[in-house]
């Protein structure tokens, strides 16, 4: 049961433009909703996150935009930069849970 | 630098052996969570610990076992491995009152021959 689903295993964006991920979920009680970035030999670090009863949360470079009659997410960054080559981890959390579901990632290449 | 340390990096072993993983969580963090990533599958969540107790299970094999220690450090472990059981391991702690954000250790690569 994939409650939450990253549906493309890659992305491919020119640097200064805007790369979008996407992200779908299906558990209705998740009530809370994160972005984790991770470079190649390191752990996920924590990017942006959203609570349920907002549609939109910004820091710096990076939105996120939530959809709840849709179940999705989306990430965006603008403008890209190298450095934001790297794969991106859509995570939801449940109230009263203990546990972030999360989907099963997009590697981004941002391309000079 | 998490904060959350992971030892050993790389770890191969043979079919039907036992391993321990350990995990040291971040200074003031009661919580630790064992995640485990597989080759194109995202990070499954296996089992989460607050201030020594069990707290969560996830789809944590019978092969598997955790715990965490009075210093709260944890380890897993993982017998009669199967060549499936090769993955990447991670472990995250959180916050007191802040469970949504976890930190994550830079994983333990098992590779089972």
């Known amino acids: 049961d994939q409650q939450v689903k990253q549906n493309s295993p890659s992305l491919s964006v020119q640097e200064g433009r805007i790369s979008i991920l996407n992200c779908d979920y299906t558990n209705s009680m998740f009530d809370y909703f994160l972005w984790y970035k991770k470079y190649p030999a390191e752990g996920p670090t924590f990017l942006i996150s959203?609570?349920?009863?907002?549609d939109k949360n910004e820091d710096g470079r990076f939105t996120v935009f939530l959809n709840k009659s849709a179940k999705h997410l989306s990430l965006h960054i603008v403008p890209s930069q190298p450095g934001d080559s790297a794969v991106y981890f859509c995570a939801g959390v449940a109230q009263g849970a203990q546990k972030l579901v999360f989907g099963q990632g997009t590697r981004l290449t941002i391309n000079p | 630098d998490s904060g959350v340390t992971q030892t050993p990096k790389h770890l191969i072993t043979a079919t039907g052996q036992r391993v321990t993983l350990r995990c040291s969580p971040r200074?003031?963090?009661?919580?630790v969570y064992w995640y485990q990533q597989s080759l194109d599958q995202g990070l499954q969540f296996l089992i989460q610990y607050y201030n020594g107790e069990e707290r969560a299970k996830g789809n944590i094999l019978e092969r598997f076992s955790a715990q965490q220690f009075p210093d709260l450090h944890s380890e897993l472990n993982l017998s009669s491995l199967e060549l499936g059981d090769s993955a990447l391991y991670f472990c995250?702690?959180?916050?007191?009152?802040?469970?949504?954000?976890?930190?994550f250790g830079s994983g333990t690569q098992l590779s089972v021959l």
């Open positions: 959203i609570s349920s009863i907002k």
């Open positions: 200074s003031g963090d009661l919580s």
């Open positions: 995250a702690s959180s916050p007191p009152g802040l469970n949504e954000k976890l930190f």
